[in-house]
């Protein structure tokens, strides 16, 4: 073997040598790579995880919305005096003529006598003329045999100068004494309006139904 053959030969292993080094630390790194702490090396910023929709707070959302509250009441409309008024679902309201339709409001069925004079129920609504306002007016703010007023307080409902009037039975009538009267006295040019309620006895608690008094004052309107 001649000098030059032999230098070729050193060259070639050399070169073979090389390549398998390079090939079993290339290996040796990719085998290991996924033990590599990325929270170590510098210059490596820490991800925040994504939450998902189902985990981020939303807003709260509020109920109280026309479709909500429409499922719970129901509309009523007089033609002859071209009111209406809502009331709860649950609640009855009958008439024996036209214009009696949405007077007479309670959460039990009834029946409308012929002479109503001295017929209540736990909800009424009374239109009146102007001519005839000073005197209903008088009737329902100062004491008389029917009832003691406790309060009387001008208010404003939808843009509409309104009295509330608190007061109590007498019992001088058929009933008991002191139960809960709460009267809204709507003005109007033309047709003011009475709403009310009265307790029907001492084990009706009057809160839950001096808010749907407050409720039916408020939807009430004309058209």
């Not at 079993?24 to 991800?47: C, H, M, P, Q, R």
């Not at 009737?139 to 309104?162: H, W």
Request: hydrophobic share 35%; net charge negative.
């Amino acid at each position: 073997m001649s000098l030059a053959d032999f230098k070729k030969n050193i060259k070639f292993a050399a070169v073979a040598i090389f390549m398998l080094v390079y090939a079993a630390g290339f290996y040796f790194f990719g085998k290991n790579s996924g033990t590599i702490d990325l929270g170590k090396v510098k210059g490596v910023s820490e991800e925040k995880p994504v939450r998902s929709p189902i985990e981020t707070p939303v807003p709260f959302a509020d109920t109280q919305t026309v479709s909500i509250s429409s499922s719970y009441v129901k509309l009523c409309a007089n033609t002859i005096y071209s009111y209406e008024v809502v009331y709860p679902k649950d609640w009855f309201s009958t008439y024996s003529t036209d214009d009696q339709k949405c007077s007479y409001f309670a959460p039990y069925s009834f029946v409308i006598p012929h002479d109503t004079s001295n017929f209540t129920t736990t909800i009424r609504v009374v239109v009146t003329n102007k001519d005839e306002w000073l005197g209903v007016t008088k009737f329902y703010e100062n004491p008389n045999d029917f009832q003691n007023v406790i309060s009387v307080k001008n208010i404003e409902v939808n843009g509409k100068s309104v009295r509330k009037v608190e007061a109590e039975t007498t019992g001088s009538t058929e009933g008991e004494k002191g139960l809960v009267k709460v009267t809204y006295l709507i003005l109007d040019s033309e047709k003011p309006v009475v709403i009310s309620y009265q307790q029907a006895g001492r084990d009706e608690d009057p809160a839950p139904n001096i808010k749907i008094l407050e409720d039916m004052v408020g939807s009430f309107r004309y058209f």
